[in-house]
Nanobody
């Protein structure tokens, strides 16, 4: 079965950095757009970033643009989220997600309903 397993979350001070990883198994990884979402308890899941099948196209929410970078390694079936200049308002559970895609573009891939598979999430806490 398909599994997405996130790692790399933790506690960091404001201004610091973290790198999240998401290892995928049970799917043909290079045929999926991969994305990161985040969610606070009782809140709607928010789109953070997406990367296309080849890694050549990325798409970010305005709230993280310029601070976060997503990338993927298809040889390792892994997607990454490098988070720099972290702020307390970046405190969330972060989820990776996979969407089967026939195009190699991440543009506009922000809807949670587009994604077929989800990881269990990893907590990121940014202290002030």
């Amino acid at each position: 079965q398909v599994q997405l397993v996130e790692s790399g979350g933790g506690l960091v001070q404001a201004g610091g950095s973290l790198r999240l990883s998401c290892a995928a198994s049970g799917l043909t990884f290079a045929t999926y757009t991969m994305a990161w979402f985040r969610q606070a308890p009782g809140k709607v899941r928010q789109f953070v970033a997406a990367v296309s099948r080849s890694g050549g196209s990325t798409y970010y929410s305005d709230s993280v643009k310029g601070r976060f970078t997503t990338s993927r390694d298809n040889a390792k079936n892994t997607v990454y989220l490098q988070m720099n200049s972290l702020k307390p308002e970046d405190t969330y559970v972060y989820y990776c997600a996979a969407s089967f895609s026939t195009s190699d573009s991440a543009y506009g891939s922000w809807g949670f309903w587009e994604y077929d598979y989800w990881g269990q999430g990893t907590q990121v806490t940014v202290s002030s």
